[in-house]
């Protein structure tokens, strides 16, 4: 019964300067995406680099949607550093706030796994945990095998294996 409840999904996309390639990209197969949503799902988008700003706020309207993913590219600077944790955390504060009580709740980030600052993945972990929500990661290719967010064991991201798919080689 639970896959059938509506879902709210924050996009939390690094506009760090190494990610620019990466989020045209990701803005491009995104579109495809949006296809498989319910008519009652939602999406949100929130941009991080060493602060949070968010782009758009819950949705259902995919026209919207697709335009905000497209604005990123045309209004965001790609020169800042990465504060992966900070965006995190303000991702799941948003949520929390911002998301149907009645609703799945999930955050997809976008990232190169490059942070300048330190990562409290326990910190970020409870959380998640705290308020029911799931984490999934797109990991730019060329990132893979490098950065500060845990991959190994405990629930981190899964290391080795290959890459590609559908989404035109971004998602790990």
């Known amino acids: 019964a639970r896959e059938e409840m509506p879902i709210d999904i924050l996009m939390l996309i690094d506009v760090s300067g190494s990610m620019q390639s990466h989020v045209e990209r990701v803005a491009v197969a995104s ?7 319910g008519e009652e799902d939602r999406v949100a988008i929130m941009v991080f680099d060493r602060s949070t700003r ?16 497209s604005g990123i590219l045309h209004q965001e600077t ?9 965006g995190l955390q303000d ?4 949520v929390s706030r911002q ?23 326990n910190a970020i972990n ?13 990991i730019a290719p060329d990132a893979l095998g490098t950065g500060g967010w845990s991959r190994g064991g405990g629930g981190g991201w899964p290391s080795g294996g290959g890459m590609g798919g559908p989404l035109g080689g971004i998602i790990f």
């Open 31 to 37: 579109r495809e995406a949006l296809n498989v949503l």
């Open 78 to 86: 790609f020169d800042g550093g990465t504060d992966i944790n900070r």
């Open 126 to 138: 409870r959380s998640l945990a705290n308020e029911n929500i799931v984490l999934s990661s797109l």
């Open 54 to 69: 968010v782009r758009l706020q819950f949705q259902k309207d995919r026209r919207q949607i697709e335009n905000g993913l």
């Open 99 to 121: 998301a149907r009580r009645d609703a799945r709740r999930a955050i997809v980030i976008l990232t190169d796994d490059q942070s300048e600052r330190g990562t409290d993945q």
């Open 91 to 94: 991702a799941i504060s948003y």
